[in-house]
């Protein structure tokens, strides 16, 4: 299995619009094992079109519990058992995720009881295992060793980035947040450095456009990182590479490469790709 990072959804917030960006989920292949990074709607069948079984993923790690970032977590694997998913599969995530578990599973009873008798599908109950994380070591799988770091995305204060380590390689995702100079030091050497993004002139047409947003220009310059503060954190880290997800705006067309690459550029001359649904980054 090649090692590589899918970005399965790179928009910001949890809107759909015709022809746009999904929201946020990735893949991360390495080491052997297949992960899945955060889960937004959507993400079930993005992971599909990406030439991923939905029964190779091994675990499944959410950042925080926003729903552009959880959504999709139950439907995605009670997907995959009714399409015969037979391994354990894990799920971690901040204090609640099992509270979220529980009360999808909840919800499903009917159609649960259902398959187990008429199909004699194995329990799923005993076929996930949720685990709750707060900063530092999470998990170490089979040689890949997963850390978090508490970043800044009030009102949120469970929210994570994650950093993976596995053959002498380093991917590091930043969740969503504030500028964050700490974050340099957590991904400091990463070969890749996932990091979400936002351009202000964006931010202002983004709300112009969206009902009800009476409130969104605070959230968003309190809870996210403007283009050039990213380029600053990969800069302080001395990372390999800049990718930039979890857009805002990722679905303006007045917006695009050449705008998301000028502000980056300010702050950051190495190695840049701006993502977008479906692009895949090797490692």
Known sequence: MTDEIILLGTKGGPA?????????????????????????????RSTVDAGVSL????????????????LELGPLLYTAWTTGLRKSVDIYGPDGISAYWDGFMASMSYDYEIRLID???????????????????????????IDALR???PPV?????????ANNKTVTFSADTSYFPALADFAAGSDVLIHEAMLLDGVERLIERTPGADRLREHLLASHTF?????????????????LNHLVPADDPDFGETEWTNAVRETWDGPLTIGHDGLKVPL
């Open 16 to 44: 759909i619009r015709q022809n746009g960006a999904m929201p946020t989920a990735s893949l991360l292949k390495l080491n052997g094992k297949t992960i899945l990074i955060d889960c937004a709607v959507g993400s079930t």
């Open 157 to 165: 204060t469970d929210c994570f980035a994650l950093r993976f380590t």
């Open 55 to 70: 029964l190779d993923i091994d675990a499944i790690f959410i950042t925080h519990l926003h729903s552009d970032h959880v």
């Open 151 to 153: 970043v800044q995305h």
């Open 227 to 243: 283009a050039q503060d990213a380029g600053k954190i990969a800069t302080q880290g001395k990372v390999g590479h800049l990718v």
């Open 119 to 145: 199909e004699g599908r194995p329990p799923l109950k005993d076929m996930i295992n949720v685990h709750s994380f707060s900063e530092g070591a999470v998990a170490n799988m089979d040689g890949m060793s």
